[in-house]
């Protein structure tokens, strides 16, 4: 059989190297992390380790049971493999709740977490979709089903509630954003009902991901100054600190951006460019307003968790417990860290960082290993990252090159909050680092998005569109 | 619309995260060292170890202050569970109440800090941390509750050391051991709370050597505060390390031996070992032993009990009672008559009676006969030619010459100031010179005959038992001493320095020859008033002192030193409104030096009646503190 032999010499060597490396450095750390001097051996499939490598082993099985069955498979059963994850998140929601969440479908002892899957049929179901519109053509109803494709098992995964795995459905809209799904149509449709407004085409709809940019921007920088909100001083010494001083700034940036432009575009432009900038003046003001009055209806945890994000406040024994442990752990890792097993803030022994060996699983890997390994680490993540888009710009089917970004984008999600909590530059959001983190679910979810991808990878000559 | 640019944004996008991570892990691991002080501070604990104090001998190294070890019952709240007050109580001897009064004491009370911003006390208590529940239980006591203690989850025990004193004496000499106060801590950043440190005697004066080095071990601690394991294998760790041996000069068979002689008495007995300085027993009576004040639960049970005695048994009456020194004080009269050569050896004053009182007693034709018979009349005339010697025409500027002269041969004695010695709570005595007389009576209007019973030991002059133990140990010297002092050897360092040290009278030692040998008459000849100290086998010298006072009854005084010929030690008796000193302080005297001297004392009768002796209700009068 021609595809049974091509499978070797087409699969990409490179990521899949990158993958085996980052199981065998999981498997490593958790043993460091979990480690129990009562049960030192490895195998001990009573100890998080042992459980590990059987996670790792049924992993590797599910690798191996993607790479025999043929590709075409997701493309063809992708709305059932949607439809059969989400009925699991369906089923989920009857369970009881352990630790607050109903989040866990067990089996015995054994449990899974529906949501990790659902982002495998999202990734699927989304290909396939967006592979079956035509981009230049788009219209409200494309814009609709998109968002309730990605939508939908967002609201039933917050229903558990799984914050973390909410957050990196989002990852989803810079693939829409990628494969150019406009928000326009819709934008056009709010826009154009205003009376005398008539446009064909607005920028908003097209390019929402530097806007998004802009609007997180915005909001942080007012969520910094309006600390000491509503002070107001004008003619004794002009400073007017607060919320108000974030309106001046937007307000004189707009002018003069405002005059720049209107000094170097052309007469017939001149309109163009004092609509834009009104526009984005008034957005601005809107989004920065909105952040400022509706940052305390946020319910209080999450309040506190981005006030100590920005560093508002401080409360390293409070609050703040758990990023100021983490931190503490990786930053007292030096140059070349304290050694393999030698951790004595990030070990669950000493448990002072709660969670070490999931969602903080980088503490005792950068306190363990210091810089040097964090710089291994995040140069893996990077290189994995750059490949997957590497694949996805090779490949001829549009299926498999949204695929190939869906898979991108919830990698990418996953090192960048979870490194970025365990450093202290985003907020406390459970979300497990990819191949590191103990358990299961989100082991075997993210095997099997990568060896779908390879899968796909190697049989992308095969396909004709 | 052109989506091939938007690949290259998701790229930089990722490019720029992931750099912005890579800097700030840079700064975070290699460059800003706070996180690293901010982990030591969270995982790194220094557990100090405290070592048994160090352990203190007598003369003839006998432990006579030691450790015995106790134990404290531990109580962890955050381990504690289905506890039954009732049983536990039961257990322990305590009322349910007491059970319940005691978690909220605890709670309430224990690991209390001053908060460095307020200012203000607070309370520390954490569930995960241990706290004695009962300290100080004996092994008796911990082997009846310690079986059942697994029916107690959360109460464990825990082994400390604390002092022991097997002589049971010696009380006023060792001092006692209490846990230190907030402002010592405070002060000294050796101690912890719960730390013991030394309150009296030599355990306070020789803290800093006896409480030894504390061992330090760092250790990495769990969230829970327990240890997990030693930090870099215990590379930083220094051990504990006990405090030195003090070797004493104290002989703590005598010392036991002389309070039993003082039991039912108020006084004191000062013994010294001429040679060396070195006091070989510090009677103080009544005493207690010391075995009472060893812990808290002892202390405040027993303490003021002791505070309130009207015997007052924490008076360290030997060092710190000013007593009129009484006829002891006629031989520093003679040594300065003779010095002066205002007398000589054969000089010899009439019993006239006249000026001061006296008994009934020949004319005394020379110097040891004058001591002998203890003739007020004979040192009357003596200190009137020591006072007024004939060198101003003004009798009262001649006076005050005479006095200063005489002034500074009794200072030379170590009289009128406190020894830089190793005993606290020690005071100078009263040695009056002119500037003294000047501001009670003004300049030039005073002489001889104003102050004329100071030549017997009365009026103002006024020493403490500890100097007047001296003055036997110079006399047996011939004319130096070393400051008596405790500790003869700081583990094997020797003594302190200042303690080397030989301090010389201003007097000749040929003017000592006649004095020793009215002394000897005072025990051996006919008319000597000291005749009941005769130990056999020995040559004693002494001097009775009968010293009056305004409290009732005199004071029984006895000054000796024996052997005559090499001198081994010497005594000062003291006994508290027990009458004339020949018959109660001279055969107190004798027994001591019996007792050191041959290890055992063979007249049973005088000891038998020393001891059955009660001179407490001899008008008893408070004592007097200046």
Redesign the interface.
């Known amino acids: 059989m021609r595809r049974d032999d091509s499978l070797t010499q087409h699969v990409d060597w490179w990521l899949l190297s990158i993958v085996v490396i980052m199981l065998g450095m999981g498997i490593a750390n958790v043993y460091s992390a979990a480690y129990d001097p009562d049960h030192p051996n490895i195998f001990d499939f009573s100890q998080k380790y042992g459980k590990q490598i059987m996670w790792v082993g049924i992993s590797i099985f599910l690798g191996f049971l993607v790479f025999l069955i043929d590709s075409d498979i997701y493309r063809k059963f992708a709305i059932p493999i949607y439809l059969f994850c989400f009925s699991l998140l369906v089923v989920v929601l009857f369970t009881p709740p352990i630790n607050g969440a109903r989040a866990w479908l067990g089996i015995g002892t054994m449990g899974i977490q529906p949501a990790e899957f659902m982002k495998i049929g999202t990734a699927i179901v989304l290909s396939r979709y967006i592979s079956t519109v035509n981009?230049k053509n788009q219209n409200v109803q494309t814009v609709f089903i998109a968002l309730a494709i990605v939508m939908v098992p967002m609201v039933m995964i917050l229903l558990q509630p799984d914050a973390g795995t909410f957050v990196v459905f989002t990852s989803f809209f810079?693939v829409l954003?990628?494969?150019?799904i406009t928000f326009d149509p819709l934008v056009l449709k709010l826009v154009n009902a205003i009376p005398g407004v008539r446009f064909k085409e607005t920028w908003v709809g097209?390019h929402f991901?530097?806007i998004l940019f802009y609007v997180v921007f915005l909001s942080i920088v007012t969520l910094l100054m309006s600390g000491n909100k509503y002070e107001f001083t004008f003619m004794r010494g002009v400073l007017i600190p607060g919320f108000y001083g974030v309106i001046t700034v937007i307000t004189l940036i707009a002018l003069i951006a405002y005059l720049i432009l209107r000094w170097i575009s052309s007469r017939r432009d001149q309109r163009r460019v004092l609509l834009i900038i009104v526009t984005g003046w008034f957005l601005s003001v809107a989004v920065s307003t909105t952040v400022n009055f509706s940052f305390s209806s946020l319910a209080p945890h999450q309040k506190d968790r981005i006030e100590l994000v920005l560093g508002l406040r401080k409360d390293d024994d409070g609050k703040d417990y758990n990023r100021?442990?983490a931190?503490?752990?990786?930053?007292?890792?030096?140059?070349f860290g304290k050694g393999y097993k030698k951790a004595?803030?990030a070990?669950v022994?000493?448990?002072?960082v709660p969670e070490s060996e999931t969602d903080f699983i980088f503490c005792p890997l950068?306190?363990e290993w210091?810089?040097m390994g964090?710089?291994v680490i995040?140069g893996l993540?990077?290189g994995m990252?750059?490949r997957i888009?590497v694949i996805?710009?090779r490949q001829r089917s549009t299926f498999n090159r949204v695929y190939a970004?869906c898979v991108?984008?919830i990698v990418?999600y996953h090192f960048?909050v979870n490194?970025?909590m365990n450093?202290g530059?985003a907020p406390v959001i459970g979300i497990p680092l990819p191949f590191f983190s103990y358990g299961g679910s989100s082991l075997m979810s993210f095997s099997m998005l990568l060896f779908i991808l390879l899968k796909l990878d190697s049989q992308r000559r095969d396909v004709l569109f | 619309?052109n989506?091939d640019g938007?690949?290259y944004?998701?790229?930089v996008f990722?490019?720029l995260?992931?750099s912005?991570?890579?800097i700030?892990?840079?700064f975070?691991?290699?460059v800003?060292d706070?996180?690293?002080l901010?982990?030591?501070e969270?995982?790194?604990k220094r557990k100090e170890i405290t070592p048994p104090r160090g352990i203190v001998f007598d003369r003839h190294n006998k432990k006579v202050v030691t450790n015995r070890s106790y134990y404290n019952l531990m109580m962890k709240e955050e381990d504690i569970h289905d506890f039954d007050t009732v049983a536990f109580a039961k257990l322990v001897g305590w009322t349910k109440q007491e059970v319940k009064d005691r978690f909220y004491q605890i709670k309430k009370g224990e690991g209390k800090y001053r908060n460095p911003n307020t200012g203000k006390l607070q309370a520390n208590y954490q569930k995960q941390r241990p706290y004695p529940f009962i300290k100080e239980l004996t092994i008796d006591e911990i082997t009846r509750i310690a079986p059942h203690l697994e029916k107690f989850p959360g109460f464990y025990e825990d082994l400390t050391s604390m002092r022991s004193y097997p002589y049971s004496g010696g009380a006023n000499i060792f001092g006692y051991l209490n846990e230190v106060s907030k402002e010592e801590i405070e002060e000294d950043r050796f101690y912890r709370p719960g730390d013991q440190i030394g309150r009296a005697g030599i355990e306070r004066y020789y803290e800093k050597q006896l409480r030894g080095q504390k061992g330090i071990k760092y250790i990495?601690?769990?969230?829970?505060n327990n240890a997990?394991e030693s930090?870099a294998g215990g590379k930083y760790d220094t051990l504990a390390e006990q405090g030195p041996a003090l070797h004493l000069g104290l002989d703590i068979q005598l010392q036991v031996y002389g309070e039993k002689l003082m039991q039912n008495k108020r006084g004191c007995i000062v013994a010294i070992e001429p040679k060396t300085g070195e006091i070989l027993a510090l009677v103080s009576a009544p005493s207690f032993d010391p075995n009472i004040l060893v812990g808290r639960r002892n202390i405040g049970k027993n303490y003021p009990k002791l505070l309130l005695d009207e015997g007052k048994p924490l008076y360290p009456r030997p060092l710190a009672a000013e007593y009129p020194p009484g006829s002891i004080f006629k031989l520093l009269q003679s040594l300065i008559g003779l010095q002066e050569g205002v007398i000589t050896p054969e000089s010899g004053f009439p019993c006239t009676k006249s000026m001061v009182g006296c008994h009934n007693h020949p004319n005394a034709n020379n110097l040891p006969d004058g001591i002998k018979n203890s003739c007020n009349p004979y040192f009357y005339y003596v200190m009137r030619r020591i006072i007024q010697q004939g060198k101003k025409r003004s009798i009262f500027a001649d006076a005050e010459l005479g006095l200063n002269i005489w002034y500074d041969y009794i200072m030379s004695f170590g009289l009128g100031s406190e020894f830089e010695t190793d005993v606290t709570g020690m005071r100078s005595g009263l040695i009056p010179n002119s500037a003294y007389y000047d501001k009670w009576y003004g300049h030039n209007t005073w002489a001889f005959s104003t102050i004329r019973s100071i030549s017997i030991g009365q009026g103002e002059v006024k020493v403490t038992p500890l100097q007047m133990a001296n003055i036997a140990a110079i006399i047996a010297n011939k004319g130096w001493y070393y400051t008596p002092h405790f500790v003869r050897s700081i583990g094997n360092k020797g003594p302190l320095p200042q303690f080397k040290v030989v301090h010389k009278t201003k007097i000749d030692s040929q003017n000592f020859e006649p004095i020793i040998e009215g002394m000897r008459r005072v025990c051996y000849e006919p008319g000597g008033t000291g005749k009941r100290a005769v130990v056999e086998g020995v040559t004693v010298c002494g001097k009775t002192g009968t010293a009056q006072n305004p409290h009732g009854e005199d004071h029984s005084v006895f000054l000796a030193f024996a052997p005559m010929e090499n001198p081994k030690i010497a005594i000062a008796v003291f006994i508290e409104n027990a009458g004339f000193g020949g018959v109660w302080a001279a055969p107190t005297a004798g027994l001591m030096i019996d007792k050191y001297i041959h290890r055992k004392v063979k007249d049973k009768a005088k000891e038998q009646m020393i001891v059955s002796a009660n001179l407490l209700n001899v008008k008893a009068r408070p004592m007097k503190k200046k």
């Open positions: 981009v810079f954003y990628r494969e150019g097209s991901i530097p100021n442990r931190m503490a752990a990786v930053g007292s890792g030096g140059l004595s803030v070990s022994r000493s448990n002072h950068a306190e210091g810089f964090s710089l995040v993540f990077m990252l750059f888009i996805a710009e970004y991108a984008m990418f960048a490194i970025g450093i530059l | 619309m989506l938007r690949k944004v998701i790229l990722f490019i995260v992931g912005i991570y890579l700030r892990l840079f975070m691991q290699v800003d706070s996180w690293k901010r982990a030591q969270i995982a790194e990495v601690t769990s969230a829970l997990i930090y």
